[in-house]
């Protein structure tokens, strides 16, 4: 998820947890602590190292990580909060003092486990078990940026704000939220199986008897879904929407021999091993001309792509390859790429226009 929905989430499990007896410092302080897992981004990498994909969402996305590292947030946050007070002339007994570090230990530790959790209901996933385990988990439930999670989050928060913090009536508004919000990734999840039952019902997709298929995520919302089919020669890239199904829109993208060939001797080095594990199947190799004619095998993550330049993967890794007796050869270190996708007002318009299952020129 984004930072500032991880910051809405953070803040109202803060709140309902520590609200009554930390008032406002409780949803300030669940707001920072959920936005600690994600700063693996700034963990010193080249820029194009393939080892990005293991260290984001990594160790402090893991289920390990939340009871250790947020039981020590935890408490030192009590002390510091048990030391202000005594500061101001304000020393707490002995049994509020158990309870403000109980509160604290327990808020931190659960905006953590919320924080996993939460980005475990995307597509691109996390790493549970990390560091016993680099294997990457997710479910299909909402795209990284969805507007309609996050306002319900931070509807309930102003609410909560506008009654006063401490108020049980308050606490009622965060609770009121999570449970909202909590609804609608079960809800958006559904359309998972929703859109597979709309693949088996298509007249393009019964045509080809498809059996090997996935089904994604799209940007913005739960209502459209992209499905990526697997053939023996080809693929086929379709969306549909799960508001209002209309026949799909099939792409095909034909196999390139050439890659296909070159696949098992990539993904056998170690940046294709990491890039293997990671990616969780659902890629598409193609090889691309650099601006200096040299050649690139690109392993496209097609959990992410759109129409246009980043059809075959927004991002992926790629191999410098050269000509050899027996053809084309790896020849070099794999790097990950970025592929833009193109993002403009007719675009956005189209996108939208798709997931309400209206004709569009681009889905």
């Known amino acids: 998820m984004d930072p500032v929905t991880h910051m809405a989430l953070g803040a109202a499990v803060g709140h309902f947890i520590g609200g009554r007896r930390l008032g406002w410092v409780a949803p300030v302080a669940g707001a920072a ?50 030391a202000v007070r005594a500061r101001r002339g304000r020393v707490l007994a002995d049994d509020d003092a158990r309870s403000v570090t109980k509160t604290w230990v327990l808020l931190a530790i659960l905006v953590l486990v919320i924080h996993v959790l939460n980005d475990f209901s995307t597509v691109y996933g996390t790493q549970l078990f990390a560091p016993f385990s680099d294997r990457q988990f997710g479910l299909p439930a909402v795209p990284v940026i969805d507007p309609v999670y996050t306002l319900i989050l931070l509807a309930g928060l102003f609410i909560a704000w506008r009654r006063g913090w401490s108020r049980p009536q308050a606490r009622g508004m ?36 498809v059996t090997d298929y996935e089904v994604t995520t799209t940007m913005f919302s739960p209502w459209l879904r992209r499905i990526v089919t697997r053939e ?8 549909v929407s ?31 091993a990491i890039y293997r594990r990671f990616a969780r199947g659902l890629i598409h190799p193609h090889i691309v001309e650099g601006a200096q004619g040299d050649l690139y095998l690109r392993i496209g993550d097609m959990r992410y792509a759109s129409p246009g330049a980043a059809l075959r993967g927004m991002w992926g890794v790629e191999w410098p390859l050269s000509e050899s007796a027996d053809g084309l050869v790896i020849a070099g270190e794999g790097l990950r790429f970025m592929q833009r996708s193109e993002a403009n007002a007719h675009v956005l318009r189209a996108l939208f226009q798709a997931k309400a299952g209206q004709a569009n020129d681009v889905f």
């Open 174 to 209: 965060t609770l009121g939220a999570l449970v909202l919000s909590t609804g609608y990734l079960l809800l958006a999840l559904a359309q998972n199986e929703r859109a597979r039952d709309l693949v088996f019902a298509d007249p393009g997709a019964q045509e080809r008897i």
């Open 232 to 239: 023996s020669d080809s693929l086929h890239v379709g969306y």
């Open 242 to 272: 799960t508001l209002n199904p209309r026949a799909i829109n099939w792409t095909r993208i034909a196999r390139e021999p050439r890659a296909e060939a070159l696949v098992d001797a990539a993904l056998a080095t170690p940046e294709g």
């Open 33 to 82: 602590i959920a936005i600690l897992p994600d700063l693996d981004i700034f963990w010193p990498l080249p820029e194009r190292a393939v080892e990005f994909y293991t260290v984001h969402r990594g160790l402090t996305h893991s289920l390990f990580f939340a009871p250790v590292i947020g039981g020590l947030i935890g408490y030192g946050a009590s002390r510091i909060h048990r």
